[in-house]
């Protein structure tokens, strides 16, 4: 069964390099393999959603910049529709320059995030939810993410956030929200241990939470129920994007089992991303279920 997924928030071009090691200050370094991809949490997410095979939408802001050319071409490969929030902007898309150490499989990360580029809730296409089976919000277009969790919600469409870290709406945002799946650096405010953090979500009436720590054992708590998820010990090439694909593949799979079923699964899916370099490139390798 096809479903259709809305994936809000941040789009960016990724330069992705592998490499030895991180350059030292006034070092120059040649790369050992290069690629180029589309970028940023809610657009990984949605290209590994519609790998597993549904329809993906990327709510975002785009434009019109040429180097727009190499996002939207490498979204069309993997048949990603994009709902431009400024299609006509001529600022440059934020770029991502990543350097992945070949025999850790970590990265380093220069970026610019969507916080000069951020959207108005006007700017929201007619519309978007029709057909739509599941939202995921990574924070990055908070306004725009708002107003869709809102909608969402009415019409009983089930709300992901990707909560990789805490950004100012959250606050807002979260009463909205169904699944919250977060990174272990995500710390909302006044909460300095993993406890606090699931006792401010439940707080707000979320019934679904996890919380990912690498290659390390997932926990959540879920109907009142606490545990923990072992993730597949892997011998890691490349780490890169493994968390938002890690949500992809969760948005695919908890929309037909149960929420720590889909916790597993995606985990699955998240160590094998990370058995190939950058963030495609397993999906060339690994058949699609």
């Not at 440059?92 to 951020?118: D, H, L, Y």
């Not at 739509?132 to 009983?156: E, N, R, Y």
């Not at 707080?203 to 072992?230: D, F, M, R, V």
Request: aromatic fraction near 8%; proline fraction near 5%; charge should be negative.
């Amino acid at each position: 069964m096809t479903n259709n997924g809305l994936f809000v928030g941040l789009v960016t071009l990724d330069l992705i390099y592998l490499a030895d090691s991180a350059p030292l200050n006034n070092q120059k370094i040649v790369a050992n393999d290069y690629t180029v991809a589309a970028g940023g949490p809610a657009t990984n997410a949605a290209v590994t959603f519609s790998y597993l095979g549904n329809q993906s939408t990327v709510l975002g802001i785009v434009g019109s910049h040429p180097m727009t050319q190499l996002i939207k071409g490498d979204l069309a490969n993997y048949q990603i529709a994009i709902a431009d929030l400024d299609p006509t902007t001529e600022i440059a898309p934020p770029v991502s320059s990543i350097i992945v150490t070949q025999t850790t499989g970590e990265r380093a990360v220069v970026s610019i995030n969507a916080a000069k580029t951020q959207a108005l809730s006007v700017s929201i296409p007619p519309n978007i939810l029709q057909k739509t089976d599941i939202v995921l919000i990574d924070g990055h277009q908070m306004a725009v993410g708002f107003i869709q969790a809102q909608m969402a919600k009415a019409q009983k469409i089930p709300v992901v956030i990707d909560g990789g870290s805490w950004k100012p709406g959250f606050e807002e945002l979260l009463h909205q929200v169904d699944y919250a799946i977060c990174s272990a650096n995500f710390h909302p405010p006044g909460c300095d241990t993993e406890q606090e953090v699931f006792a401010y979500l439940y707080k707000l009436g979320i019934p679904h939470i996890a919380i990912t720590h690498g290659e390390k054992s997932i926990t959540y708590l879920s109907s009142n129920k606490t545990g923990t998820i072992n993730v597949p010990t892997i011998e890691a090439v490349d780490t890169l994007g493994a968390g938002d694909i890690f949500h992809g593949a969760f948005c695919h799979y908890i929309l037909q089992e149960s929420f720590t079923d889909a916790l597993k699964q995606a985990a699955n899916i998240a160590a094998n991303s990370c058995q190939f370099f950058g963030t495609r490139r397993w999906m060339q390798r690994i058949s699609s279920p």
